[in-house]
C-alpha cells in the first residue's frame, strides 16, 4: 500500500543488476497488486518495487526463492 494514488512497477530478475522481467499496472491506486509470471522453480530471485517513473525499494535484500517442482526433495533449514 502507499499514501498516495500511483501506478504499479515490480522488476525482477535472477541477477540484481539485471532485473530482466517486469510487471506494470498504469492504474492509479493506493492498494497495488500485481502476478509475476514465469518463474522458474527453485530458482532466486530479486525484485525492486514502486511505479512507472521511479524505484521505491530494491536491493540486495530483496529476494524470494521460488517453490520445488512438485514431488522435488529439497534440504530446508529452519530456526525456531
Given at each position: 500500500?502507499t499514501?498516495?494514488?500511483?501506478?504499479?512497477?515490480?522488476?525482477?530478475?535472477t541477477?540484481?543488476g539485471?532485473m530482466e522481467?517486469?510487471?506494470?499496472?498504469?492504474?492509479?491506486?493506493?492498494?497495488?497488486?500485481?502476478q509475476l509470471?514465469?518463474?522458474?522453480?527453485n530458482?532466486?530471485?530479486?525484485?525492486s518495487?514502486?511505479s512507472m517513473s521511479?524505484v521505491?525499494?530494491g536491493?540486495s535484500?530483496?529476494?524470494?526463492?521460488?517453490s520445488?517442482?512438485?514431488?522435488?526433495?529439497?534440504?530446508?533449514?529452519s530456526?525456531?
Amino acid at each position: 500500500n502507499t499514501e498516495t494514488f500511483s501506478d504499479s512497477k515490480v522488476s525482477y530478475g535472477t541477477t540484481l543488476g539485471n532485473m530482466e522481467f517486469s510487471v506494470t499496472n498504469s492504474f492509479l491506486t493506493k492498494e497495488h497488486e500485481l502476478q509475476l509470471v514465469n518463474l522458474s522453480p527453485n530458482t532466486l530471485y530479486f525484485y525492486s518495487i514502486g511505479s512507472m517513473s521511479f524505484v521505491l525499494q530494491g536491493d540486495s535484500e530483496n529476494f524470494f526463492t521460488t517453490s520445488p517442482v512438485i514431488g522435488a526433495e529439497k534440504k530446508v533449514r529452519s530456526t525456531l
